[in-house]
């Protein structure tokens, strides 16, 4: 099974799917995390160049994007997922149709189907969405030492990301795989959402006689 973590930074993704994959190993199954960008030598590589380079080009970022996602999916999701293993990545395609497509106005550069059908890339199974309001995440992160060029980005930008997201998730054809969860729940009562929610959808998935 192939899960992601999406939401605007600061909403939790990181320490949800960290609980996740931490909740799925104790219960048995053999589990990868990943992270976007990144998750490779050359893909860190190019987070380095990204997230520390505030001015970039829109297409530039996304050409990044997409190499560094090409040598993950390649090179770690695929193996693993023809291993049987449940991969959880924390952000994947999803965050460039929005950060790049519906926030910078790339749209009609940044297609779902284009990206997808380019790289040949392997669609999620399941797609845990934090909505939080991007006032909320701004509080959060202002505790941070030091912000990613992403991170320190206007409201505004962070308003349009989270837009972004929601029409994405109602969309006709990803609605299915979206779990749209509100990200102010407390932790661990959200711990315990997503854990249900992702078991019930591997069930649907793979047969099994594992019930939550």
Same mark, same amino acid.
């Given at each position: 099974m192939f899960i992601t973590f999406e939401?605007?930074?600061g909403c939790g993704k990181t320490t949800q799917s960290t609980a996740l994959e931490a909740t799925l190993r104790q219960r048995g199954f053999d589990v990868v995390r990943v992270r976007e960008p990144?998750? =490779?030598?050359?893909? &860190?590589? !190019?987070? +380095?160049?990204?997230?520390?380079?505030?001015?970039? +080009? =829109?297409? =530039? &970022?996304?050409?990044? !994007?997409?190499?560094?996602r090409? &040598?993950?999916?390649? *090179?770690?999701?695929?193996?693993?997922? *023809?291993?049987? *293993?449940?991969?959880?990545?924390d952000r994947y395609f999803d965050s460039s149709l929005v950060m790049q497509g519906h926030a910078c106005g790339m749209e009609a550069w940044v297609k779902a189907q284009d990206i997808i059908a380019l790289m040949n890339l392997p669609q999620p199974h399941a797609t845990v969405l934090l909505d939080v309001d991007p006032a909320v995440t701004k509080t959060r992160m202002e505790t941070r030492a030091n912000l990613d060029q992403f991170e320190s980005r206007v409201l505004g930008y962070h308003k349009r990301v989270r837009r972004g997201f929601l029409r994405l998730a109602e969309?006709?054809?990803?609605?299915?795989?979206?779990?749209? !969860?509100?990200g102010n729940t407390d932790p661990e009562a959200l711990k315990e959402t997503i854990v249900k929610k992702v078991i019930n959808r591997l069930h649907e998935i793979v047969p099994t006689s594992f019930h939550y």
């Amino acid at each position: 099974m192939f899960i992601t973590f999406e939401g605007i930074d600061g909403c939790g993704k990181t320490t949800q799917s960290t609980a996740l994959e931490a909740t799925l190993r104790q219960r048995g199954f053999d589990v990868v995390r990943v992270r976007e960008p990144g998750g =490779t030598g050359p893909g &860190e590589a !190019l987070r +380095e160049i990204l997230i520390n380079n505030s001015g970039m +080009e =829109t297409l =530039t &970022e996304l050409f990044i !994007l997409c190499a560094s996602r090409m &040598e993950l999916t390649r *090179k770690v999701i695929e193996p693993a997922l *023809k291993a049987g *293993k449940v991969v959880i990545s924390d952000r994947y395609f999803d965050s460039s149709l929005v950060m790049q497509g519906h926030a910078c106005g790339m749209e009609a550069w940044v297609k779902a189907q284009d990206i997808i059908a380019l790289m040949n890339l392997p669609q999620p199974h399941a797609t845990v969405l934090l909505d939080v309001d991007p006032a909320v995440t701004k509080t959060r992160m202002e505790t941070r030492a030091n912000l990613d060029q992403f991170e320190s980005r206007v409201l505004g930008y962070h308003k349009r990301v989270r837009r972004g997201f929601l029409r994405l998730a109602e969309s006709p054809e990803y609605r299915e795989r979206f779990i749209v !969860l509100d990200g102010n729940t407390d932790p661990e009562a959200l711990k315990e959402t997503i854990v249900k929610k992702v078991i019930n959808r591997l069930h649907e998935i793979v047969p099994t006689s594992f019930h939550y």
